[in-house]
T-cell receptor
Framework: NAGVTQTPKFRVLKTGQSMTLLCAQD?????MYWYRQDPGMGLRLIHY???????AKGEVPDGYNVSRLKKQNFLLGLESAAPSQTSVYFC?????????????FGEGSRLTVL | GENVEQHPSTLSVQEGDSAVIKCTYS??????FPWYKQELGKRPQLIID?????GEKKDQRIAVTLNKTAKHFSLHITETQPEDSAVYFC??????????FGAGTTVTVRA
């Protein structure tokens, strides 16, 4: 099992460009999450999904959109990238709801917006 | 929403000594408290968790304690080893799918 896989692992964008981060999990988990990690701020929840076809806003959703068309995939989109979105993005999945079950993280995607 | 504060932000210990990281949370309804370890350049991984109906939990050299009255919980690492060097994150949840993470503690174990 590959677990949770994120692509791409690195990306440099110019302000205003768009991009999509792909997260795939092969553990048949219901719940999937997108976090961003910034120095001194820990992990902050952007959006999450409690099952195929569902999405919900997390702590810092502005400037991002998500989709969960298939159970195994969770896409994070930036429509018009801003320098404030420079960060490391982590996808995670869990069998149970994140509050009562282990989160399995991907390896992270480092995004730089110039 | 839930606010989790974590201290200290950095911690340097001599190999073999103990390390303690403390977190406080704001929402008295929080009932789940996991700890994640992130080695340099790697993904965060769960190392231990505790629920609100338990005061203490141990797993070999690591332990977590919870004080619901004071709304704080702590991670204790005994007999530290070089492989314990990492960033540790505490988190709290009230059961609404959202985990709120602390800012992290960078632990360095000196040989």
């Amino acid at each position: 099992n590959a677990g949770v896989t994120q692509t791409p692992k690195f990306r440099v964008l110019k302000t205003g460009q768009s991009m999509t981060l792909l997260c795939a999990q092969d553990m048949n988990h219901e719940y999937m999450y997108w976090y961003r990690q910034d120095p001194g701020m820990g992990l902050r929840l952007i959006h999450y999904s409690v099952g195929e076809g569902t999405t919900a806003k997390g702590e810092v959703p502005d400037g991002y959109n998500v989709s969960r068309l298939k159970k195994q995939n969770f896409l994070l989109g930036l429509e018009s990238a801003a320098p404030s979105q420079t960060s490391v993005y982590f996808c995670a999945s869990s069998r149970l709801a994140g509050d009562t079950g282990e989160l399995f993280f991907g390896e992270g995607s480092r995004l730089t917006v110039l | 929403g839930e606010n989790v504060e974590q201290h200290p932000s950095t911690l340097s210990v001599q190999e073999g000594d103990s390390a303690v990281i403390k977190c406080t949370y704001s929402d008295s309804a929080s009932n789940y408290f996991p700890w994640y370890k992130q080695e340099l350049g790697k993904r965060p991984q769960l190392i231990i968790d505790i629920r609100s109906n338990v005061g203490e939990k141990k797993d070999q050299r690591i332990a977590v304690t919870l004080n619901k009255t004071a709304k704080h919980f702590s991670l204790h690492i005994t007999e530290t080893q070089p492989e314990d060097s990492a960033v540790y994150f505490c988190a709290a949840s009230r059961g609404d799918y959202k985990l709120s993470f602390g800012a992290g503690t960078t632990v360095t174990v000196r040989a």
